[in-house]
């Protein structure tokens, strides 16, 4: 498994803030150094949404036309009408055709949506590195930035919270909560259930 992979796979809500800190060997109160920055840059990347470019309906239409399961039911369908099953044929054909647009409908809205997160994206994020506060661009967070999050702010990376004082977060974007959710500093004893 490669580095990439193993800090995906981790379940960070069900470590401790001790456990966290050593896996990526920083520290919570000098940060990352230069130097570490530039080899995580290199291992990881950099903390952007691959751009695709814009969603264009067509792109998406000619993948649902591509979609195995219609052609299955065309398929089936044709051969209901070779049968003399029109019943059956025409209604293979119209679950087709349902299957198509809701496929297209729901993959059209999900690449708009990505879109609109990739604009929404914070364009500026505060860290600490090399023992001190720094401002800078949210796509060169690396894994083991210690990020400072103070009242108003966007969060510009995955994180796990080493102090909390009074955190709510607005989710309605991405789970439709329409209250603030209070964040605390709990480790899941069981993270899967």
């Known amino acids: 498994m490669t580095e990439k992979e193993n800090v995906i796979n981790i379940d960070w809500h069900a470590r401790s803030i001790d456990q966290v800190v050593d896996h990526f060997e920083t520290s919570l109160e000098n940060g990352l150094s230069t130097n570490e920055v530039t080899s995580r840059h290199i ?5 952007e949404l691959s751009a695709g470019g814009r969603p264009t309906w067509l792109k998406v239409m000619i993948g649902q036309l591509l979609d195995i399961m219609n052609w299955i039911f065309i398929a089936l369908a044709i051969a209901c009408y070779c049968l003399a099953d029109y019943i059956t ?8 055709v349902l299957n198509l647009y809701l496929g297209f409908s729901q993959e059209y809205a999900a690449e708009q949506t990505l879109a609109a997160l990739r604009n929404l994206s914070s364009p500026m994020a505060d860290v600490i590195r090399d023992g001190n506060e720094q401002s800078i661009p949210s796509r060169e967070i690396v894994p083991g930035d210690i990020l400072l999050v103070k009242e108003g ?20 974007l991405l789970t439709g909560e329409s209250l603030p959710v209070s964040k605390q500093l709990i480790v899941l004893e069981n993270p899967g259930k």
């Open 43 to 47: 291992t990881y990347g950099f903390n």
């Open 89 to 96: 044929g025409s209604l293979l054909m119209f679950i087709a």
């Open 153 to 172: 702010d966007s969060v510009g990376a995955d994180a796990r919270l080493v102090y909390v004082s009074n955190l709510e977060s607005d989710e309605a």
